[in-house]
């Protein structure tokens, strides 16, 4: 069985966004399926040339690149039309040829009606009503707060096979009632014990990029995980300077805890994380940790603080309880929801406001101690069997 894997990042640098996509890849093959083609989260985000058949050389050699995307529902049929008449998107028409089932991983990318929302939901239109493919939206979220969005999403949605909410927050936002809760497919790694760290040499730089950047780091002594999140970059604080926050917490938590490891799974926590790391000279895992190494790392912390959803997930698998940065981001109010665990808005722009509570957070899941994380544990194992709901479609 061919299968088109769309919104696809197996190839992002990130290591929170390659563990979902590289776990369906692995679910897909065990469902009986191969992966035949891929439609890369880059493809769907931003306008290619190639998403027009024949663009006019002076357009390719300005850099200016039509967007065809459609922008509303109304469009939605013509622009389909020109896409089985060889004019628009040739690439995505041949991936969607080519295969007999196609998965679309929404991931957290449904929200604000941007282009890549648009497209997610035009590809699983194009794939379902002018195919005729078995076509389901897997493994996502959704953020209903712009009504043109949402009508889209109330028209599609009755189209498809299957459609898989990865939290049930989103699965109560869809207003057409339909679809299931499942669990991010990331859930289907688990943590090593506290040996994985011996097992990978003794030297960190055999791994491209190094295991960890900077300070000194004892993995059979207690440590935190410290992360940033995406809303740092949505230009909700202009101007905002996170690291005197971070570099507070870090300190408090070095007394508390004892080791403080920073983590950057994307690539823009970076421009936090670096400068946080060489002011306190502390250890740090960037983008190229390699996937499993993360989920180890995350998982056999003491406590994890940050705002992404990923890392959470791996802290989470290894009972690790996550103190959420909450304030902006609706996921991960819902990734607290579906782990059980304590949900306080803690606010990732007023850190040093709310510090005393966030350390009398961090003191009560340490005191909680091996019974906590036993239970968060097996919420986590449960969660993991969930995931193979995501590739239903395929038996």
Same mark, same amino acid.
């Given at each position: ?6 919104? /696809? ?20 093959? !065990?469902? @009986?399926?191969?992966?035949? +083609? ?7 985000? *931003? ?12 357009? &390719? ?29 040739? !690439?995505?028409?041949? =991936?969607?040829? +080519?295969?007999?089932?196609?998965? *679309?991983?929404?991931?957290?990318? $449904? ?55 990865? !939290?049930? #927050? ?13 669990? #991010? ?16 040499? +003794? ?6 990029? @190094?295991?960890?950047?900077? @300070? ?7 440590? =935190?995980? *410290? ?13 905002? #300077? ?29 421009? $936090? ?13 960037? &983008? ?6 993360? &989920? ?20 989470? +698998? ?21 782990? /059980? ?5 803690? #606010?990732?722009? =007023? ?5 005393? /509570? ?32 995501? &590739?239903?479609?395929?038996?």
């Amino acid at each position: 069985m061919k299968v088109c894997l769309v919104n /696809d990042t197996s190839d992002d640098p990130n290591w929170g966004a390659r563990a979902t996509s590289l776990a369906l890849r692995e679910l897909i093959h !065990e469902g @009986g399926g191969q992966v035949e +083609s891929t439609l890369y989260q880059y493809r769907i985000g *931003i306008a290619q040339t190639e998403d027009i058949a024949s663009v006019l050389d002076a357009e &390719v050699l300005s850099g200016q690149v039509e967007d065809v995307a459609p922008r509303r529902w109304q469009e939605f049929e013509s622009r389909a039309r020109e896409v089985m008449d060889g004019v628009i998107f040739p !690439e995505i028409y041949t =991936a969607l040829a +080519s295969s007999d089932v196609v998965l *679309i991983s929404g991931e957290g990318c $449904i929200y604000d009606c941007t282009r890549q929302s648009r497209m997610i939901y035009f590809i699983a239109y194009l794939a379902k009503r002018f195919f005729g493919k078995p076509t389901a939206i897997v493994n996502h979220s959704i953020v209903m707060n712009d009504p043109v969005l949402r009508e889209i999403a109330d028209h599609v949605y009755l189209l498809l096979d299957d459609i898989v909410f990865r !939290e049930p #927050d989103s699965a109560l936002a869809c207003s057409s009632g339909l679809g299931r809760v499942a669990s #991010d497919a990331a859930y289907l790694y688990q943590p090593e014990g506290e040996e994985w760290w011996s097992r990978l040499g +003794s030297s960190q730089d055999e791994v491209e990029g @190094g295991i960890l950047r900077g @300070g000194a780091f004892d993995p059979q002594a207690p440590y =935190a995980c *410290i992360g940033g999140g995406s809303v740092y970059f949505r230009g909700l604080k202009p101007g905002f #300077d996170a690291v005197p926050s971070f570099s507070k917490l870090c300190r408090a938590l070095q007394v508390r805890v004892g080791q403080v490891i920073l983590t950057a799974s994307s690539g823009k926590d970076l421009r $936090i994380m670096e400068p946080v790391a060489e002011r306190l000279e502390l250890p740090l895992a960037g &983008v190229n940790l390699p996937i499993q190494s993360a &989920v180890n790392l995350m998982g056999n912390a003491q406590v994890y603080i940050g705002g992404r959803w990923h890392p959470s997930i791996f802290a989470h +698998s290894g009972g690790t309880p996550v103190i959420a940065l909450n304030r902006h981001t609706v996921k991960m109010d819902a990734f607290l929801k579906q782990a /059980d665990m304590q949900q306080s808005a803690f #606010d990732p722009f =007023a850190i040093e406001d709310q510090f005393d /509570d966030l350390m009398a957070e961090v003191k009560a899941h340490l005191k909680a101690g091996v019974g906590l994380r036993s239970r968060l544990r097996s919420g986590a194992l449960r969660l993991a069997g969930m995931a193979r709901e995501n &590739v239903r479609l395929l038996t």
